[in-house]
């Protein structure tokens, strides 16, 4: 079992960025693969980024790649997310997840919490 509790969020102008953090509970978080999700209104929840166990593998979202960055501190049970040159398109809310193996698909995402709003205002 696996508690994420995402962190960062806010109401940030367009061009301005915001880190995001998801910090795990438990001591198996280095045995999971993470992702990051979002969802914007009336809008399906959607992929973002994935970072593999150890951080070696990425994966992005053709709409963040360039802006967003995905990254993982194992020691702190800690996965990132980077979000830079920030656009009115990019708000939502911000889910972190965690699953088996490195995948873009949500279904495939075990432990998910509670998401981060993210306001990009222009």
């Known amino acids: 079992q696996v508690q994420l509790v995402e962190s960062g969020g806010g109401l940030v102008q367009v061009g301005g960025s915001l880190r995001l953090s998801c910090a795990a509970s438990?001591?198996?978080?280095?045995?999971?693969?993470m992702g990051w999700f979002r969802q914007a209104p009336g809008k399906e929840r959607e992929f973002v980024a994935a970072i593999s166990w150890g951080g070696a593998s990425t994966y992005y979202a053709d709409s963040v790649k360039g802006r967003f960055t995905i990254s993982r501190d194992n020691a702190k049970n800690t996965v990132y997310l980077q979000m830079n040159s920030l656009k009115p398109e990019d708000t939502g809310v911000y889910y972190c997840?965690?699953?088996?193996?490195?995948?873009?698909?949500?279904?495939?995402?075990?432990?998910w919490g509670q998401g981060t709003q993210v306001t990009v205002s222009s």
């Open positions: 438990g001591r198996t978080f280095s045995s999971y693969c």
């Open positions: 997840a965690a699953a088996n193996r490195l995948t873009t698909r949500d279904v495939e995402y075990m432990y």
